[in-house]
């Protein structure tokens, strides 16, 4: 029980940092920094905000992952049993994850080398590029925590965490063995009993 709380907690809480920390920049930061400062004060300023968001965002993907998985295949019985909610979320993530990787692999990147050479048109290029994928990215978050949060209960197919009715598929399985067992146990000791009476033969009333 506790590396289970412990699984969803860290999911929970990496995936708040993240399209959080999205959110904060792209629908709050950008607007002010596009106000306040010209090109060369904001350029850097983005450059360096990214810098120090973006390890965070690694960590972020890496417990994402790990905690995910281990969920899947630890609690929930693998990926044919878990819910359709839940092949959703991993699908959308794979994309936000793969559309990170390309943020900081090109654009970010590109940015960081304009902005030390002073660059400022291509560093504003880069930019755009930066936040249009964060957009996107920011959009698919919050769909993936909405699949997350209602999924289980808008009828999807399989629409429990397990896929089977039972957030907990293993102590259910467990639950309905143990009633099948105590109902055959029961149903051997009364056709044993039945049999004595039987081999008995009838009681004295009825033969008279």
């Known amino acids: 029980m506790t590396l289970s709380v412990l699984a969803i907690s860290l999911h929970l809480l990496s995936a708040v940092l993240w399209v959080g920390g999205m959110f904060f920049a792209h629908q709050v930061l950008r607007p002010v920094a596009v106000q306040q400062f010209e090109p060369p004060q904001r350029l850097p300023l983005w450059s360096q905000v990214f810098t120090r968001f973006f390890p965070w965002v690694w ?3 890496l417990v994402l992952l790990a905690s995910g998985y281990w969920m899947v295949f630890k609690l929930f019985g693998g990926m044919s049993a878990v819910g359709l909610h839940v092949h959703i979320m ?3 993530g794979w994309l936000m994850v793969l559309l990170y990787m390309h943020l900081y692999f090109a ?3 590109r940015l960081k080398e304009a902005v030390i ?3 400022w048109p291509e560093a504003a290029k880069q930019l755009n590029q ?3 994928i964060v957009g996107i990215n920011l ?3 919050l769909i993936v925590i909405a699949v997350a949060a209602g999924g289980r209960y808008v009828g999807l197919p399989g629409a429990a965490w397990g896929g089977r009715g039972d957030p907990r598929p293993h ?3 467990a639950r309905v063995r143990v009633c099948n067992s105590r109902s055959a146990r029961g149903a051997r000791a009364g056709g044993g009993r039945a049999g004595l009476r039987g081999a008995a033969g009838p ?6």
Do not use: N, Y
């Open 107 to 109: 654009p970010f990147r």
């Open 130 to 132: 930066i936040r249009t």
């Open 171 to 173: 102590s259910g399985g």
């Open 90 to 92: 991993q699908g959308l």
């Open 59 to 61: 960590l972020s993907v």
């Open 139 to 141: 959009s698919l978050g």
């Open 203 to 208: 009681p004295p009333h009825a033969k008279a």
């Open 117 to 119: 050479t002073e660059q």
